[in-house]
């Protein structure tokens, strides 16, 4: 990461990701609250299902490709074979700074590949997992971040120590999304801190690896500049805020716009929770065969009713015509004068 490329990289990995974590978290939430799924209940995920496919874990096989890429290019790359004057022959060995980064990224496909095993539900893994590796990757990097500055300037010191600030806010709410799932707060502090943890990672490289050789783009350590990058960093978190707001509120105007019908909102759902076409069949036929049970029942209520109104008009028969023959015989039993 000691370049600017070096730094935009993986800030564009965590930007990308907070984007869609933000839209799929609009969409999930906006079905949730809709007025036909009242009795649904809110709960956060990690990872976030594609609409195209949603019973494979695109997003965590596409994090493990990326992580396998970066993996792969720091080994390449810190893999060095200087001479050593001391041996007086070539030496092998590994840049430690590439280590660090190995062992940042292979943290979050750790964390990648608990994702992927607890969306098989084949294995019967402790409840929450999912949050715990994360958390730990996030520390993982945040540890490593912060004993990564020894010997550098006041200027690179400040810029990494406001992303270790990040990082540590990533782990807090990560652990406020494991504590309380059914938060979308939680939910929402986790994607904006990532997402600050991206753009500042692009702008660390900025500030650090300038791509122009002018002194405009040169940062001297002062207490101006110094209040600048803080003040920078701070308008980031507030920007990425305001972002969010706008990426919820026009995700939500477009949905409420196409599923005016709530029918065909019940229909689409279907879809968007991977139903196929034979299970919205079944369904359908599960129905009709409910309601026309139900009809059954009330045909066989009413007949018995009618059933019920017969009998009780024969009684009422019955004992018309037993009063009818008692006033009979009492006219009979009396003597003619």
Known sequence: MGTLMGHILPGAFFI???IWWGFALAVKYFHVRHPTKKTLKFRSSTTFSCFCCPNIPFESYLKLAFISIGILGEAITGLKHPYDDTLQKR????VEVNAQHITMFFSFGFASFFEILVHSQRYDLPEGIEYVTNILAYAIEGFLFKFHLHGRDEIDIHVHTLLVYAISLCVLAGI?????PNQILATYARI??????????CEAGFILYPPYDSPNWKWVASHSQILIITLTFIWHLLLILIFLLLQTTVVWCILKRRYKNNLNYNYQLLHMNGADETNINSSNNNNNHILKSFMSLNNNDKTAINIGSSINDLHHYDSDDNESQLEFEQSSSVPKP
């Open 91 to 94: 030496q092998w060995r590994f």
């Open 16 to 18: 990308i990701f907070a």
């Open 176 to 180: 406020w999304e494991y504590c309380r």
């Open 192 to 201: 904006a801190f990532t997402f600050l943890q991206g753009t500042w990672f």
